[in-house]
């Protein structure tokens, strides 16, 4: 059995451009299949609850939210599978060289780009499934999430001038990652006269868990023990704990509110 750290790099990058294209069309099978069998009179509604001067400043009484827009519930858990089969096939087409040459220097940017865009999307599902539907506060929950991916962008950028692995952005980006989840759990235990669908704890337990085993493969990548000494190892965990994160939120969310 050959070891992976026995296999030449230049191998090693032919079978990511292949193991690309297989994930690649994984997310976009099932993003078809979603988009196809989904229950389009499911729908998503956004709310706004701007303050009523009438009365005067400050507003004694909170205003009530209205009903800004509604979207389609499958086609928003369609875009983050569609996001990453883009981001798959370009990177093992027209991008495979500008892929490689940057994995050679231990980064993927084209990954944190697409993590910052559909793993938002993903977090803007699940908070509509806890009852967090008021826009503003979804649109700080998406930009929240971007920057803790956009840190993993800087943690890799930033370490390819350091003689000693630093971890600020790494910290930082923890932190950004946190606190969206904060805010979900604060409206998942907050229901009242209930409690959620069992599908509902299912999304909330494994992707909470997924989110954080991706941190999990930096710090690996970063300590470089083991198999994580070559970069080119995390870089297949990365993409495998994407397609195992977003299929489990696609399927979990179609098997509890859009089947029919």
């Known amino acids: 059995m050959v070891r992976f750290a026995d296999v030449p790099d230049d191998e090693k990058f032919k079978k990511l451009r292949k193991f690309n294209l297989a994930m690649g069309a994984f997310h976009l099978i099932q993003a078809i299949i979603m988009l196809v069998i989904a229950n389009y009179s499911v729908k998503m509604a956004f709310t706004t609850s701007f303050y009523d001067a009438t009365n005067g400043f400050p507003p004694t009484v909170p205003s009530d939210p209205t009903v800004w827009f509604t979207v389609p519930l499958g086609p928003m858990v369609a875009i983050f599978l569609l996001m990453s089969a883009i981001a798959h096939f370009s ?68 370490n390819q001038t350091t003689e000693k692995t630093n971890w600020t952005s790494f910290i930082f980006g923890c932190f950004a990652g946190l606190m969206p989840w904060v805010a979900l759990f604060m409206y998942f235990l907050g229901v009242k006269g209930g409690s959620p669908p069992a599908f509902v704890y299912g999304i909330m337990i494994s992707i909470a868990i997924f989110f954080n085993i991706f941190a999990l493969n930096m710090l690996l990548q970063y300590r470089k023990k083991g198999k994580y000494q070559n970069y080119l190892y995390g870089e297949y965990i990365y993409i495998v704990l994407s397609l195992v994160a977003k299929t489990a939120l696609a399927w979990q969310v179609f098997s509890g509110t859009m089947v029919g």
């Open 91 to 158: 990177v093992s087409t027209f991008g495979y060289k500008w892929y490689v040459e940057n994995l050679k220097h231990n980064i993927n940017k084209a990954r944190w780009f697409e993590y910052a865009i559909s793993s938002s999307f993903m977090l803007v599902v699940i908070a509509w499934l806890c009852g967090m539907w008021d826009f503003v506060s979804i649109m700080l929950l998406f930009s929240v999430n971007a920057c803790m991916n956009l840190f993993g962008y800087m943690m890799e950028l930033h």
